[in-house]
């Protein structure tokens, strides 16, 4: 498990990364000057269950949880985590209403998704939600 980030990686020709061939990475046995812009619902299904991503959202909820306490403040720190901007008032009233139905809907089933429910899913939640949204994704 290697979580650095590389201008060059060694390369197996035909064995790519996943991640790789799933966002346009240039083949490795052409010179490519150009590459495709593509969208599909892979890059999206990667983002959302991929455990590289899970894990990214785990420390970024951990991250959340550490620096703040109040829940309008978590938020606030999440986007400028994921974004590096604050939410409009229509984004927090989003991002709190989906924390307080996760805690809601988790201590009804007394289950997170990946076993007992905690805050930390909760915000991991939120926090994945927001990696895998087009904003994060797309330069502005």
Do not use: C, H
């Amino acid at each position: 498990r290697n979580n650095k980030r590389s201008v060059y990686l060694p390369v197996i020709r035909d064995n790519l990364p996943e991640a790789i061939e799933l966002f346009d990475g240039a083949d490795p046995s052409l010179v490519v000057s150009e590459r495709p812009t593509t969208t599909v619902p892979a890059q999206g299904l990667f983002l959302l269950n991929s455990p590289f991503a899970l894990r990214v959202a785990d420390a970024a909820a951990d991250r959340v949880l550490k620096d703040t306490t109040a829940d309008s403040e978590r938020v606030r720190a999440a986007y400028q985590f994921a974004y590096a901007r604050t939410p409009t008032d229509s984004e927090l009233t989003t991002a709190t209403q989906f924390v307080e139905q996760y805690r809601t809907t988790t201590a009804r089933t007394g289950r997170g998704p990946r076993g007992a429910a905690t805050d930390r899913d909760t915000w991991s939640a939120l926090m994945q939600a927001l990696l895998a949204s087009a904003e994060f994704q797309y330069r502005k």
